[in-house]
């Protein structure tokens, strides 16, 4: 059998914290289509290997091509909003993905399936709400790391990643959230490698959106 350079282990089904994306050193923009939840957002859905490298941009001749994935706009803007400057409306963090990530799992899905497969999950797997179950709450609090992840874990039935940021007053928070999920971008599975957490301590902040004026102010 061929093995392809694009062949791989399994996905890291990648969620930030969008709080977290604007109250960090680097400057955020909201999405021209408005300012996202106080929520997780998507931030990709990247193909990985067991020993925890992964392929990227794999397909240099496939192209992001947004008519394709046109009856999933309106849930990628609320699912998967774009922080970054200047203010867009979400096309080139899209692409970006597709064309990092998404071009390295070809074998398993098209570019329908892998963006409709990110959101599938997204639904699937509501973080917010377990956190909340555990009674951790969105407040701009500091809870510890551990209770966070297992509260996340115990939620979903399996292993999972955090990461970290870093705010401006210089305070560790809940950045991202890693779940490990099968070949076909469907069932969640235990994380056969856990991302290494870099920027975590053992406490960390769960931040809330600053105000509007704040914001200006940056
Ligand atoms: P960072 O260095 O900020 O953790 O990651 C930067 C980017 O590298 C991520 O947004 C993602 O595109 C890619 N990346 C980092 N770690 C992994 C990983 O473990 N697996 C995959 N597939 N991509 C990763
Ligand atoms: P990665 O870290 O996945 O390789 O790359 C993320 C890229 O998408 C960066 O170039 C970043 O500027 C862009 N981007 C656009 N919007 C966002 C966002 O909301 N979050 C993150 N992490 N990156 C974004």
Not at 73 to 85: A, F, G
Not at 112 to 136: C, D, P, T
């Amino acid at each position: 059998m061929l093995l392809h350079a694009q062949d791989f282990d399994f996905f890291y089904f990648a969620q930030q914290w969008n709080p977290a994306s604007c109250d960090s050193k680097i400057k955020c923009c909201y999405p021209t289509n408005g300012k996202p939840a106080q929520d997780f957002g998507i931030h990709g859905l990247w193909p990985n290997y067991n020993n925890g490298s992964f392929p990227k941009s794999c397909n240099k001749n496939a192209r992001y091509d947004e008519t394709q994935i046109s009856d999933l706009i309106s849930s990628m803007q609320k699912n998967w909003p774009t922080l970054s400057c200047p203010s867009n409306n979400g096309t080139r963090f899209w692409s970006h993905e597709w064309k990092k990530h998404g071009t390295c799992s070809l074998s398993m899905l098209d570019m329908h399936s892998y963006f409709q497969a990110a959101l599938a999950l997204k639904e699937k797997v509501n973080l917010l709400q377990f956190l909340n179950n555990a009674g951790i709450k969105p407040d701009g609090g500091f809870y510890s790391y551990e209770a966070m992840k297992e509260a996340i874990e115990k939620g979903i039935g399996h292993t999972v990643g955090v990461e970290c940021n870093i705010d401006l007053f210089g305070n560790r928070q809940l950045f991202e959230v890693y779940v490990c999920v099968d070949k076909c971008g469907s069932e969640i599975i235990d994380c056969p490698i856990v991302p290494e957490s870099k920027r975590c301590k053992e406490s960390i902040e769960f931040a809330v959106f600053e105000s509007e004026s704040l914001l200006d102010e940056k």
